[in-house]
């Protein structure tokens, strides 16, 4: 038969200590931090609690709701009681809030006799019940007496991490300070034919484990560090990755009646690659660099081949089929289309000289009328676009760029301080500005302003390339079509480019041109034997310059 007795009154807030209560009497509140019990804790406390009796100075405490006990503190006792089959004591709460109620659950586990610590992931999951309750970040903070950053990184701790990774932590094999390092580190879907963010995740704790075993424990740090080799494994392999395109070219031979024949196959690289790391455990880069190389290797051994037999034709059909091939090769270099975006795709570290005349910002369009009609205004040239435009290229060619790299720029007196503010901000050496005069004055405002007869180019520098031969810095050259240029409204001489490109490259090196306009610096590159990579957004002035590339391939024959 129960008894209750009132201990204590608190205001509107009062106790009640209840003896001899049945366990079907008592429900565990989702209040409770403590859901989970460890199955030898409930054995030792039920022994205790057979020998001694169930003892009314550890009674659970609960509030009670339509009849039941809801034991908020105390799970522990009242699973070890239902295994012991014995009645238990309840300390019923009346009056008290769910924020009290929640605070005083944390409280009776801190002050816990039985010395059973409740588990993190009890925790995480407690935070979790209560979020789900519509209990917000800075509620159940303020109820647990933790900070609001604390309640979201566990919070995340719980949605993120693994059953096996939570047993780990429940069994104290790692503690949260581990896997809150852990948690951190994710990997992308399109990897995941390789490694998962759940396998990358348990492979570190289980590092983490396997130290501290044979060490007694692994610092904090060292998983940091860990973590952070893992996901620098992981940018490298995603790096690769997307240096394949979404479909390569595979070259197939096979030998006819009428001849050998090539058949062209489409090969997924990508996938390849990420099979090879998975099939062979990959987890060095070393390994990654092994296996992308040997990708590569095929496809540029098939192109290698494809491209023997196509030099071996002699016929007239032969030649022109390696001319077209030639062109289409000419496309791939020159593309209609945003040039700071379509950077990304270059490799690393390949490219020795940025090259390019962007737009000055200011809606540029020649006022000029002597001979044709205006010039149309060139597309983003806006100041806020211009600067936006090279400040993106800045950032996207930093890892482009070989070690020792020039960048050279054409603006005007206008941007060329904010030009060599982005420069510095980007992390670029700069170097000065080279000064373009020309005897045939330049377009612009015919009524308002003197006629402006030069052209800045900035230089900059990453690392330390040098410049030979050593020019100097004034250049005067003539307009190829005087002040009214046939192409392009901003069209630079040939001679000019020739001249800058010569003494900051050397043959075979990658010079790239992002606003190409009609491939002035592409021409120029190819002239003096160099490799060219450009792009222009307007499809009449990159057709304009497709035809003036593809001219050289006629003059080349």
């Not at 170097?431 to 900035?458: C, R």
Request: net charge negative; charged share 35%.
């Amino acid at each position: 038969m129960s008894e209750e007795i009132i201990i204590k009154g608190e205001g509107d807030k009062t106790k009640k200590l209840w003896t001899g209560i049945l366990i079907s009497q008592c429900v565990l509140s989702p209040l409770n931090t403590r859901q989970e019990s460890p199955d030898d804790a409930v054995e030792k406390l039920a022994e205790r609690i057979n020998r001694y009796g169930f003892e009314a100075t550890r009674a659970v405490w609960a509030i009670k709701n339509n009849g039941k006990f809801e034991v908020f503190a105390g799970g522990l006792r009242l699973k070890a009681a239902e295994k012991a089959e014995s009645k238990v004591s309840v300390l019923e709460h009346i009056g008290y809030t769910e924020d009290e109620i929640v605070a005083l659950s944390d409280k009776d586990n801190e002050d816990d006799e039985y010395h059973t610590r409740v588990s993190p992931v009890e925790v995480w999951a407690s935070y979790a019940r209560l979020r789900d309750m519509g209990w917000t970040q800075e509620r159940i903070a303020d109820a647990t007496g933790v900070e609001r950053s604390t309640v979201s990184r566990r919070l995340k701790l719980h949605g993120e991490l693994s059953d096996d990774v939570k047993e780990s932590v429940r069994q104290e094999l790692i503690d949260e300070g581990h896997v809150r390092e852990v948690v951190e580190l994710c990997v992308d879907a399109h990897l995941s034919t390789w490694l998962t963010t759940e396998e990358a995740r348990q492979e570190l704790i289980d590092k983490a484990i396997i130290q501290k075993r044979k060490s007694g424990g692994k610092s904090t740090k060292a998983v940091r560090k860990d973590v952070k080799a893992m996901q620098s494994l992981i940018d490298k392999v995603d790096g690769i990755y997307n240096s394949f395109q979404d479909v390569e070219k595979l070259y197939e031979f096979k030998d006819t009646k009428k001849g050998t024949t090539i058949e062209e196959k489409k090969y997924n690289a990508r996938g390849e690659f990420l099979k090879e790391l998975k099939k062979n455990e990959v987890r060095t880069q070393i390994d990654v660099a092994f296996y992308a190389k040997e990708i590569k290797e095929k496809i540029s051994k098939s192109l290698r081949e494809y491209k023997d037999f196509i030099d071996k034709k002699s016929s007239d059909a032969d030649k022109e089929t390696e001319k077209q091939e030639k062109m289409a090769i000419i496309r791939s270099k020159f593309l209609n289309t945003e040039g700071v975006g379509a950077i990304k795709n270059l490799e690393d570290k390949s490219v020795k000289l940025v090259f390019t005349d962007h737009p000055y910002g200011k809606g540029y369009q020649s006022n000029m009328r002597w001979m044709n009609e205006k010039k149309k205004k060139i597309e983003g040239d806006t100041e806020q676009e211009a600067l936006k435009l090279v400040d993106g290229l800045l950032k996207e060619v930093k890892t482009k760029l070989m070690d020792d790299a020039h960048l050279l720029i054409f603006t005007d007196d206008k941007q060329l301080c904010n030009i060599r503010k982005l420069l510095v901000k980007n992390g670029y050496s700069f170097k000065g500005e080279l000064i373009w005069v020309n005897e045939e004055h330049g377009t612009g405002d015919i009524e308002g302003s003197f006629a402006p007869q030069h052209k800045y180019v900035v230089h900059a520098t990453q690392g330390r390339p040098i410049v030979s031969p050593r020019k100097p810095t004034v250049f005067q050259v003539v307009r190829e079509h005087g002040a009214s240029p046939e192409l392009h409204p901003t069209e630079k001489p040939l001679f000019l480019l020739r001249e800058i490109i010569e003494s900051t490259t050397g043959k075979g090196e990658l010079v790239i041109d992002p606003f190409a306009g009609i491939a002035s610096t592409l021409v120029a590159a190819h002239e003096l034997e160099r490799e060219y990579w450009g792009c222009e957004i307007d499809k009449e002035y990159w057709e304009e310059g497709i035809a003036r590339l593809e001219g050289l391939v006629t003059k080349d024959e």
